[in-house]
């Protein structure tokens, strides 16, 4: 019987060319080192086709990471979560599973890891939710935690990996894992990204998502890169049984006569510039080459610096200010969370009322000491930047402040999601928007998302 | 290197072009003025700083300098500036948490006008037994723009100018796929280029040109999709291909959905700093000795130290001496830190030169695994110091005369490596740990690396060898 041997190498897996043997198609001879190679990805795939072919396969790829994982709490599963799990160990323990926010998709990860016990990779796309990720597996059970991302690097029995680490040190994961779990799996297939799953030769993958759909399209790449799409379930179908009722409530504001004055000069100036040059704007590349002409041309420049003066007035009107108070002397006590567009704001905020804030300048201890606060209820309010919008788990929250934002839907809903915890009370958004600014049209545009939610306003 | 988004670069047709500073007057008046607003403002806070740069970029604008020419200026500038968090009566993060969680405690969450916002600094300070403004800059210096500049690394506005080049190349090989380097290059430098090369995780392949060496260079994933994962490596490894004598870089560089060529030559070498390697990885002290010995000798050979580099199949062999005589040249490699499977490689590969002759010298002293007979001849094993009459000895072989050299293996004599209490205690507690650093402590009480190694053999040690240097070296404490 042939041999034939299978070797890691650096997020990919190679074999020496033996006489007589058919190789996959996704094997490509590499002229450098005489071998053939493929994505670490096809790992599975490759020993399935020497197998079928009756091939002995001397296997060197998996160096899991030594240790176990011990239960030391059972996640107690609701009924959609069980039928996800089965749903996704019935396909081969491979797959997306698709729930709103706040639905406890973190509960059938630690399900899944329950089940299988092995050395495990989480991936994730901020501290936060490395944070959150450790505190709930440190919950349920007793095992060897590894960090890699914000400066840190440890290997351990379970791994939590932002994206960005995991993409530069794919080489050095892609061998150490059974299993892999993608947090908020509509990052994964960028041109960037996708590699952690290629040079990754995990046998079970796991995505988790509310937002599957990107707008350039690649999710089209799940059942390549992780597995097709075994459970699906919107906030329809959830919503008043398992998630808080909820309300958007849009504020309009008006801007002062002198901001009014300042802010029609200044689109003005922008419209003259596109107008001179005959430029229209349809896409964000239209924008970019603006922005590329900025460089030198001092007309752009103006025209640029215009158009963001504009925004930051729209944006940060000082009507805001007033009803964000307004709203504040009315909500007094409960948990509330302010989202701004600019992180100026957020400071002004912070340090004109007094409210914790979180930027991605916020120092790594007080931002912990911040979450920690808000959860226990020693902080009532919080203001940040982006920083919060994905997954972070911020319970009891039942006020979100919308001041300013950008046109994605996808944010949109995930500003939203941090309300959508279940509890009795009814969660409430507040929108604060500038009228007869280009703000109404951004608003309108990521409230379109609602339509997919099936909400009442 | 710069970030991305300061990157200037041109495109024509297929080929792209950084836009070089040629050291233009502007442009040296610039670069004077940023590095006097970074020494004048050592003592001051960030945000002073920064609001100057700024007044200095739109001056520059005003004289036709790209504003992300000036940040990338800057942007070089800070990395040569330290700056420190300002002196505070209590730490920032609990001033921060005490007031935050005041305002909380009394107010439900925020103050909302002066009065409360008053009140609760009040609180908090009689509670921290400080006045109210030391309070608040307490609170403030949390931010970064609070931070004081401490200390900045002079540089003169040409060199400033030389160093932003460099960056901006460093910059757009970032989205490169692979590159292709020719070089005339020392045997000193090649191993210093190709030492990073591996370290990266990048691969190479080198051919023999006309005018010295052709190096391919990408990773391994290349071969499966061109990706530009690998640009930022490629990119470290630039300054060490500038290194050397005569440089020409073909790189295929990935911007805007469009793949560009990219060309640049050591004819512009007065654009770049001038590159100056460290050696330390190396020590010298065996070839130094053995060189000054072998001259001594008057054997009729002339001995050079490290000739150029040989290509052998796809990959270099850096020899430390080239001897020569008449038509004759043999070449000598020192082995360093080795093990078998590594001794085995290099011989593969020596078989792939054909026409050359090769001498191994191996360091016994840094062996790694059991020296066997791995079937070559012109091994020499020594331990301190790399004998002359040994290699004269193959030497003469080469001549043609004969006294077929005694290259036996010798017989490694079985040594028994006591080691004090301390030492024992050390290891009885190691349970998985890097080789490097049970060097490190082991050598205090005056271990050499092969003795640790076979002391760690004999205690019954797994060493897992996942490359040839010391941190890669994984020792493992077999289960009882």
């Given amino acids: ?457 | 290197m710069l970030p991305s988004d300061l990157l200037i670069a041109r495109a024509r047709g297929d080929r792209i072009y950084p836009l070089y500073s040629r050291f233009l007057d502007h442009e040296l008046y610039i670069a004077d003025q940023l590095i006097e607003a970074f020494k004048s403002h050592i003592g001051s806070k960030r945000k002073e700083l920064e609001r100057v740069v700024k007044d200095i970029e739109n001056e520059a604008f005003k004289i036709g300098c790209d504003y992300r020419f000036v940040r990338g200026l800057v942007h070089l500038l800070h990395r040569r500036a330290s700056f420190v968090k300002p002196k505070v009566k209590i730490d920032p993060l609990k001033a921060r948490i005490e007031i935050f969680a005041e305002a909380s405690r009394r107010f439900g969450g925020f103050a909302l006008d002066k009065v409360e916002r008053d009140e609760v600094l009040r609180t908090v300070a009689a509670r921290l037994n400080i006045s109210v403004e030391d309070l608040i800059t307490a609170f403030k210096a949390a931010y970064e723009d609070e931070e004081i500049l401490k200390s900045f690394n002079n540089i003169s506005a040409e060199e400033l100018l030389k160093l932003y080049n460099l960056s901006l190349t460093q910059t757009l090989l970032f989205k490169a796929l692979y590159l292709i380097a020719d070089l005339r290059i020392s045997g000193t430098d090649a191993k210093i280029l190709l030492f990073n090369v591996k370290k990266l995780g990048l691969m190479y392949v080198a051919e023999r040109t006309d005018e010295g060496v052709r190096l391919y260079i990408d990773g391994p994933a290349s071969v499966l999709r061109q990706t530009e994962r690998y640009g930022t490596r490629i990119a470290e490894v630039l300054p060490h291909i500038m290194a050397s004598c005569e440089w020409r870089i073909f790189a295929r560089i990935r911007r805007r959905g469009r793949i560009y060529k990219f060309y640049i030559t050591s004819n512009l070498f007065y654009l770049f700093p001038k590159v100056k390697l460290e050696y330390t990885k190396y020590d010298s002290s065996v070839e130094e000795y053995f060189h000054k010995r072998f001259q001594t000798l008057g054997s009729g050979w002339k001995i050079e130290r490290e000739p150029e580099p040989l290509v052998a199949g796809k990959s270099i062999f850096i020899p430390d001496f080239a001897f020569t005589k008449g038509d004759l040249k043999v070449y000598l490699e020192i082995i360093g830190f080795w093990t078998k499977e590594y001794l085995e490689r290099k011989l593969r590969k020596l078989k792939e030169l054909k026409d050359v002759k090769m001498i191994l010298a191996v360091n016994e002293k840094l062996a790694c695994s059991k020296i066997i007979n791995l079937g070559y001849e012109n091994i020499i094993y020594f331990k301190n110091r790399l004998p002359t009459p040994e290699v004269y000895r193959v030497l003469r072989k080469y001549e043609g005369l004969q006294e077929k050299p005694r290259l036996r293996l010798r017989q490694r004599e079985k040594e028994i490596i006591k080691v004090p209490q301390e030492a024992e205690a050390f290891l009885s507690k190691v349970k998985v740990a890097r080789l490097s650093l049970i060097v490190a402590e082991l050598e205090k009480y005056g271990l050499s690396v092969g003795q640790v190694i076979k002391l760690l053999e004999s205690k019954g040690f797994k060493i897992e060898w996942k490359g040839i240097s010391l941190e890669n070296v994984i020792v493992k404490k077999p289960p009882d």
């Avoid at chain 1, 071998?35 to 490759?46: K, P, S």
């Avoid at chain 1, 799990?85 to 706040?102: D, E, F, H, R």
């Fill in chain 1, 1 to 457: 019987m042939v041999t034939i041997e299978l070797v890691y190498d650096r997020g990919t897996i190679i074999l020496k060319p033996t006489a007589g043997i058919e190789v996959p198609r996704f094997f490509k001879f590499d002229r450098r080192v005489n071998v053939f190679r493929a994505f670490a990805l096809h790992y599975l795939d490759a020993l399935d086709f020497f197998k079928k072919r009756g091939y002995k396969v001397a296997d060197y790829v998996l160096k899991p990471i030594e240790g176990n994982l011990t239960v030391i709490r059972k996640p107690k599963l609701r009924d959609y979560q069980r039928e996800a799990l089965k749903a996704w160990l019935k396909a081969g323990s491979k797959g997306v599973i698709i729930l709103p926010t706040g639905s406890g998709k973190t509960i059938v990860a630690l399900a899944a890891m329950m089940y299988h016990k092995c050395p495990t990779l989480i991936v994730v796309p901020t501290l936060e939710l490395m944070d959150q990720w450790e505190s709930k597996i440190r919950k349920f059970f007793k095992t060897d935690i590894g960090r890699y991302g914000g400066g840190k690097k440890k290997l351990g029995f379970v791994t939590i990996s932002t994206y960005d680490s995991a993409y530069i040190n794919a080489e050095i994961l892609g061998n150490k894992f059974k299993l892999l779990i993608f947090d908020e799996v509509h990052h994964l297939p960028s041109s960037g990204y996708r590699q952690i799953a290629e040079l990754n030769a995990a046998l079970y993958r796991l995505g988790l998502t509310a937002t599957p759909e990107r707008e350039d399209g690649l999710h089209v790449n799940f059942p390549y890169l992780i597995g097709k799409i075994v459970y699906y379930k919107g906030v329809k179908e959830l919503s008043g049984e398992y998630l808080a009722n909820f309300e958007v409530i849009t504020i309009k504001v008006k801007l002062k006569d002198e901001e009014r004055r300042k802010y029609r000069l200044l689109v003005k100036k922008y419209k003259d510039y596109l107008r001179r040059h005959g430029i229209r704007i349809r896409s964000l590349k239209d924008f970019e080459s603006i922005i590329m002409k900025s460089g030198l041309d001092k007309e752009a420049r103006e025209a640029l610096l215009a158009w963001r003066e504009a925004r930051k007035i729209a944006f940060n009107a000082s009507e805001k200010m007033r009803v964000l108070r307004e709203l504040l002397a009315k909500h007094r006590g409960d948990k509330i969370i302010i989202f701004t567009e600019n992180t100026e704001m957020v400071r002004r905020i912070s340090e004109e009322l007094l409210i914790p804030e979180i930027t991605y300048k916020t120092d790594d201890n007080e931002r912990k000491a911040v979450l920690e606060g808000f959860r226990s209820g020693k902080f009532r309010a919080i203001v940040t930047s982006r920083v919060l919008e994905e997954g972070v788990d911020v319970p009891d929250a039942n006020i979100a402040i919308i001041l300013s934002g950008t046109a994605s839907k996808r944010e949109f809903i995930q500003r939203l999601g941090r309300v959508l915890r279940p509890k009795d009370r009814r969660a409430i958004l507040y929108e604060l928007i500038t009228t007869r600014t280009k703000e109404t049209k951004i608003s309108r545009k990521r409230k379109k998302a609602l339509g997919d939610v099936n909400v009442t306003l």
